[in-house]
């Protein structure tokens, strides 16, 4: 019979910085019926991590184990649950929260069946390098941003040859699989990226026009990209200021999707705003709302691998030990990571 498990954890007990997050040893029960308990392997870090962590959106009653992506393998099996088995390789995506951790309680609903892993330990390649496309390390930076480019490109504004797309924070996780993905469909991508190595980066992922927004206007930028009028659709996860000014990059009857909000919370803006003079449309598609459809989950996450096996390239900035969630926050907040981070229990 299947007894507790000591796991460290990462929780929260109030809202703050990067120093709220506390390591602690936290017993994981025998999974309960429809449940799983995994032995994770990689972990992945989201911006709706520090949303969480800040309290901008709501989590369970405190103290709460933080992460919301991840891959694992089964070590225990609910009562009465058919097709599972110890051993098998997992990931998952979304809430429940409880990623931040050696072992965890997953709904059996919410795992993605994996193929075994392919190599001792399942170390992680170079991103450009030969290796398993579908190391635990590159699903666990992946699976969640993929479902967001599906949510984006196939059911919020389908994406057609030749559309053209700008996406802010081009050479951060997120938006470097924006881009390929994008590019996969035919479309044009122009991105706002700090620094020449960001922009650097995202060229060398598909991205055909570089924007430093420092030093450049990117409304003006993607107004010339899209021959004048602005793109087809723009992909802001940045907020604030930002996605007022983006609401100009835009062509009339192209798409705004706001789907985060690293500078603030997005502003107030009346029906005026958008039309009839600017006739574009505003979208704000929460990716937990999307997944919270097993069929568009599963569909998601499927599309997401079957990219990675097509050759999506994961660019992993770095992987950091469990225990250093807080510094993993910390980069992902300032901006300074080139690509996705990873936490390894």
Known sequence: MSTALSSLQIRLHAPGPAEALQA??????????GELRLRQTAIGVNF????HRTG???LPP??????VEGVGVIESVGPGLAGWQPGQRVAYAGPPVGGYAQWRLLPAERAIALPPATGPGDALPPATGPGDALADARIAATLLRGITAHMLFHALRPLRPGDTVLVHGAAGGLGLVLVQWAKSLGARVIGTVSSAEKAALACSRGLDRAVRYRDEDFVAAAREFGDGQGVHLAIDGIGGETLLRTLDAVRPFGMLASVGQLRGQPPSLSLAELGP??????ARPSVFRYMAELERYRAGAAATLQRLADGLVVDIAAELPLA?????Q???EQG???GALVLRP
């Open 24 to 33: 602690e040893q936290v017993a994981v029960p025998p999974p309960g019926p």
């Open 56 to 58: 901008l959106y709501p």
């Open 277 to 282: 003079a600017r006739s574009i449309a505003l």
């Open 48 to 51: 709706v991590d520090i949303y």
């Open 330 to 332: 910390r980069l992902l």
């Open 324 to 328: 250093e969630a807080a510094q993993a």
């Open 336 to 338: 300074g990571a080139l």
């Open 62 to 67: 405190l103290p709460a184990t933080l992460g």
